[in-house]
């Protein structure tokens, strides 16, 4: 599987615009980027995903190099209710065979 | 939305007995269903696939004797924790691949296993 590195933890203000970074330098051609979060003793939520334009939906805004290299999820205003870890996963959009393959993620902490 | 609920929530159990998880798709077949370990502070780690109506694929290091997985149906799968100890305890999650859905898969709530 294509791996993918995110910081480990990051912080930011409420209602301030959190940028999550993501490296999937060995990212294939038909791999589509995913986004998902898990929020203290939950499972998993779907965030949103693309391929190679950026992407917006109600929750956040995915932003994708042009090499598909990187890519970044922009939380627009952050809310206290947005901390959770969030998870950078390449997988087929409407799901494969296997299940998803989580990294460590990235930790958001927000500050009231 | 596709919704997967799964119960129990918390279970305390004695250590050597057995605890059955269970996972429904509410509102759509799930005809390959997941199953994810989380220990603390880490990650979620893939523990089996299970398909309705066929043998679970367990991945690498993973007991089937100890984690069985029963798929008789589209809308229900379970994991039974077969002669539990300390080390079983953890957060297990499964999910199901729904088609239509925006991403693929959909998520239980998790089951938080402790045993004594």
């Known amino acids: 599987d294509a791996k993918t590195t995110q910081p480990n933890s990051m912080e930011s203000n409420e209602e301030e615009p959190v940028h999550l970074p993501c490296n999937h330098s060995?990212?294939?051609?038909?791999?589509?980027i995913h986004w998902y979060r898990q929020l203290p003793s939950q499972g998993p939520e779907y965030v949103i995903h693309g391929l190679t334009s950026n992407v917006n939906n109600r929750m956040a805004s995915l932003a994708i190099a042009e090499d598909r290299k990187s890519s970044t999820l922009i939380l627009h205003r952050a809310t206290l209710r947005d901390a959770a870890v969030y998870y950078c996963i390449l997988s087929f959009p409407g799901g494969g065979a296997d299940g998803l393959t989580f990294g460590k993620g990235t930790h958001l902490i927000i500050q009231p | 939305g596709a919704v997967v609920s799964q119960h129990p929530s918390r279970v305390i159990c004695k250590s050597g007995t057995s605890v059955k998880i269970e996972c429904r798709s509410l509102d759509f077949q799930a005809t390959t269903m997941f199953w994810y370990r989380q220990f603390p502070k880490q990650s979620l780690m893939l523990m089996a696939t299970?398909?309705?109506?066929?043998?679970?694929?367990?991945e690498q290091g993973v007991e089937k004797d100890k984690f069985l997985i029963n798929h008789a149906s589209l809308t229900l799968s379970t994991l039974t924790v077969t002669s539990a100890h300390p080390e079983d305890s953890s957060f297990y999650i499964c999910s199901a691949r729904a088609k239509g859905v925006v991403g693929g898969y959909t998520f239980g709530s998790g089951t938080r296993l402790t045993v004594v």
């Open positions: 060995t990212i294939s051609g038909t791999d589509y």
């Open positions: 299970s398909n309705e109506g066929s043998k679970a694929t367990y």
